[in-house]
């Protein structure tokens, strides 16, 4: 069957010959689909018709990788972009199956009312509609029978062709196309949890539970399994049916606003956010239409970022708007994302490059995510390692900047963006936001505290061992020796000094006195006992 598609689509214009031994080149040369007439249809046509064909395992792979503009053409890209799950649907009868084997009784004991007509179908699983025995009006989302099996056939393929690229493909080393496939294979096998997505979905829900800007549906557990997860049915406008929004009064502007308010608030405050927010997972209330709430559906892919890739991405993107491109270099090496030996006036000057003549253009039309991906292909150049936390970020951003400018075509999402980035680059440096970090780690230090001597007096012992051994040198060693008793009195010191800080901050707050009260006078002592014992040796 694949050969058959590589043949009538001839996809061997995908393979890069030149790397390849020349018996190999020769074999391509001779191959059977060279018999085949190229179809007049564009590269980017002849790909995505491929991997419809396939079936929606390679679909969706086709969709994930259509996010890859660092690897793609933009026209290849673009044309991935237009894949839809439109799969047929399995038997109801085969779904109602499933769901009574989850739940381990009838759907008419379960369920009021259990459409056996799929409401919605996709690649992995589709959805009916459901009244519980309360009279909630609900969903049933079904995971595919033996989708797991097509799951693994498809990814062992999928394996054996990113290891050729990456053995000989000139830039296969560099982009990983094995790593993309298990990472792929990682989402993939976590959207078949519809746990997981139901945790998600309650993770998001209670992040946003007081927001007027998106409102995440309930889960009911207690019908929710790992095959199956019954959530609140929601009504409201497809984010992408522009006709019908403003036919309901619809304040465009803001929604758009909004749009860009809820990924910065998911990816900063809260450092979880929804990674699928395209138009078909994305709807509008009717109740307020001034004043426009989102409903988010579909919560299989998540991302998330660690505290040092947010304070990076947030002061990398604020040089941006500063258009300072020498701290933009310093912060790529700093943060790991381009090798330390880099020249840091070189990769300055190729930002500098790239930026440049965007800025020259009026910033509403300036593509935020096209911003990203170019700033992500210069790095490359620099060896820039593929970081998959930023990708999905990417992704997300390229989803939401094409939503907002479908909603409202002059939205600005750079002076949307720059005010909530400076703002929470305030709070995170201002004495609330440094109470809250200390507060957070405080207890791990105190854990770690006991261990400070014993390593200090590990390196002692290391540094008369080498004296010991090293006579020719003992002098130096001995003034190293000094140097250090000199410095870790002081840092005995300073270390006291931050415990008893720390501490006094820890101890003012309302969650310390339950652990105050549980101290008893004699660790008090061995405590405060240490603590002076510690800074006079």
Same mark, same amino acid.
């Given at each position: 069957?694949?050969?058959?598609?590589?043949?009538?689509?001839?996809?061997?214009?995908?393979?890069?010959?030149?790397?390849?031994?020349?018996?190999?080149?020769?074999?391509?040369?001779?191959?059977?689909?060279?018999?085949?007439?190229?179809?007049?249809?564009?590269? +980017?046509?002849?790909?995505?018709?491929?991997?419809?064909?396939?079936?929606?395992?390679?679909?969706?792979?086709?969709?994930?990788?259509?996010?890859?503009?660092?690897?793609?053409?933009?026209?290849?890209?673009?044309?991935?972009?237009?894949?839809?799950?439109?799969?047929?649907?399995?038997?109801?009868?085969?779904?109602?199956?499933?769901?009574?084997?989850?739940?381990?009784?009838?759907?008419?004991?379960?369920?009021?009312?259990?459409?056996?007509?799929?409401?919605?179908?996709?690649?992995?699983?589709?959805?009916?509609?459901?009244?519980?025995?309360?009279?909630?009006?609900?969903?049933?989302?079904?995971?595919?029978?033996?989708?797991?099996?097509?799951?693994?056939?498809?990814?062992?393929?999928?394996?054996?062709?990113?290891?050729?690229?990456?053995?000989?493909?000139?830039?296969?080393?560099?982009?990983?196309?094995?790593?993309?496939?298990?990472?792929?294979?990682?989402?993939?096998?976590?959207?078949?949890?519809?746990?997981?997505?139901?945790?998600?979905?309650?993770?998001?829900?209670?992040?946003?539970?007081?927001?007027?800007?998106?409102?995440?549906?309930?889960?009911?557990?207690?019908?929710?399994?790992?095959?199956?997860?019954?959530?609140?049915?929601?009504?409201?406008?497809?984010?992408?049916?522009?006709?019908?929004?403003?036919?309901?009064?619809? $304040?465009?502007?803001?929604?758009?606003?909004?749009?860009?308010?809820?990924?910065?608030?998911?990816?900063?405050?809260?450092?979880?956010?929804?990674?699928?927010?395209?138009? +078909?997972?994305?709807?509008?209330?009717?109740?307020?239409?001034?004043?426009?709430?989102?409903?988010?559906?579909?919560? *299989?892919?998540? +991302?998330?970022?660690?505290?040092?890739?947010?304070?990076?991405?947030?002061? $990398?993107?604020?040089?941006?708007?500063?258009?300072?491109?020498?701290?933009?270099?310093?912060?790529?090496?700093?943060?790991?994302?381009?090798?330390?030996?880099?020249?840091?006036?070189?990769?300055?000057?190729?930002?500098?490059?790239?930026?440049?003549?965007?800025?020259?253009?009026?910033?509403?039309?300036?593509?935020?995510?096209?911003?990203?991906?170019?700033?992500?292909?210069?790095?490359?150049?620099?060896?820039?390692?593929?970081?998959?936390?930023?990708?999905?970020?990417?992704?997300?951003?390229?989803?939401?900047?094409?939503?907002?400018?479908?909603?409202?075509?002059?939205?600005?999402?750079?002076?949307?963006?720059?005010?909530?980035?400076?703002?929470?680059?305030?709070?995170?440096?201002?004495?609330? +936001?440094?109470?809250?970090?200390?507060?957070?780690?405080?207890?791990?230090?105190?854990?770690?505290?006991?261990?400070?001597?014993?390593?200090?007096?590990?390196?002692?012992?290391?540094?008369?061992?080498?004296?010991?051994?090293?006579?020719?040198?003992?002098?130096?060693?001995?003034?190293?020796?000094?140097?250090?008793?000199?410095?870790?009195?002081?840092?005995?010191?300073?270390?006291? *000094?931050?415990?008893?800080?720390?501490?006094?901050?820890?101890?003012?707050?309302?969650?310390?006195?339950?652990?105050?009260?549980?101290?008893?006078?004699?660790?008090?002592?061995?405590?405060?006992?240490?603590?002076?014992?510690?800074?006079?040796?």
């Amino acid at each position: 069957m694949i050969l058959w598609v590589i043949s009538r689509y001839r996809l061997d214009e995908f393979i890069p010959l030149a790397p390849l031994p020349l018996s190999a080149r020769i074999l391509f040369f001779f191959a059977p689909w060279r018999l085949f007439p190229k179809p007049k249809l564009s590269r +980017g046509e002849r790909l995505r018709l491929s991997l419809e064909i396939l079936g929606p395992i390679f679909v969706k792979f086709g969709q994930i990788l259509s996010t890859r503009r660092d690897l793609l053409p933009d026209d290849v890209a673009d044309e991935l972009r237009n894949l839809q799950d439109n799969v047929p649907p399995f038997s109801g009868n085969e779904a109602i199956q499933i769901i009574e084997k989850s739940l381990n009784q009838s759907v008419a004991v379960s369920f009021a009312k259990l459409e056996v007509k799929p409401l919605a179908s996709a690649s992995i699983a589709q959805v009916h509609s459901a009244t519980l025995n309360s009279g909630k009006d609900v969903i049933v989302k079904v995971i595919r029978p033996g989708i797991e099996k097509t799951i693994s056939q498809d990814i062992a393929l999928l394996s054996i062709i990113a290891s050729l690229l990456e053995r000989y493909w000139e830039d296969g080393k560099r982009l990983h196309p094995l790593q993309i496939v298990k990472d792929y294979e990682r989402t993939i096998y976590d959207e078949l949890d519809l746990q997981r997505e139901a945790a998600n979905a309650s993770q998001l829900r209670r992040n946003f539970s007081t927001s007027e800007l998106i409102y995440i549906p309930e889960i009911h557990w207690d019908y929710t399994h790992k095959n199956i997860l019954v959530m609140e049915r929601i009504s409201g406008i497809p984010v992408a049916d522009i006709e019908a929004l403003k036919a309901a009064n619809i $304040n465009l502007k803001l929604l758009a606003e909004r749009g860009v308010e809820i990924f910065f608030t998911q990816v900063f405050r809260d450092s979880f956010f929804h990674a699928d927010m395209h138009p +078909g997972n994305i709807f509008v209330s009717r109740s307020n239409p001034q004043n426009p709430q989102y409903i988010a559906i579909d919560f *299989g892919i998540v +991302g998330t970022l660690t505290p040092e890739d947010q304070n990076y991405l947030a002061r $990398n993107l604020l040089a941006f708007f500063k258009r300072d491109y020498r701290q933009v270099a310093e912060l790529h090496i700093s943060s790991g994302w381009v090798p330390e030996d880099t020249r840091v006036d070189e990769f300055e000057s190729a930002i500098r490059t790239v930026c440049e003549p965007i800025f020259e253009r009026p910033l509403k039309d300036i593509s935020f995510g096209q911003f990203l991906l170019r700033l992500f292909q210069t790095a490359q150049r620099f060896n820039m390692e593929v970081q998959p936390q930023l990708v999905l970020l990417q992704k997300t951003l390229l989803n939401i900047e094409g939503l907002g400018r479908q909603l409202y075509p002059d939205l600005d999402l750079w002076s949307t963006a720059q005010p909530y980035l400076e703002n929470w680059m305030k709070k995170r440096m201002a004495p609330p +936001g440094i109470l809250k970090n200390v507060k957070q780690h405080l207890p791990e230090w105190l854990e770690q505290s006991p261990e400070v001597p014993k390593l200090i007096f590990d390196a002692m012992t290391q540094i008369k061992h080498l004296e010991s051994r090293s006579g020719e040198r003992k002098n130096e060693y001995r003034l190293l020796r000094e140097q250090l008793t000199q410095q870790n009195k002081g840092n005995k010191a300073q270390l006291l *000094g931050l415990a008893l800080l720390a501490s006094g901050i820890y101890l003012s707050l309302p969650e310390a006195s339950e652990w105050a009260q549980n101290i008893s006078w004699q660790s008090m002592l061995v405590l405060v006992g240490g603590a002076y014992f510690l800074v006079k040796k």
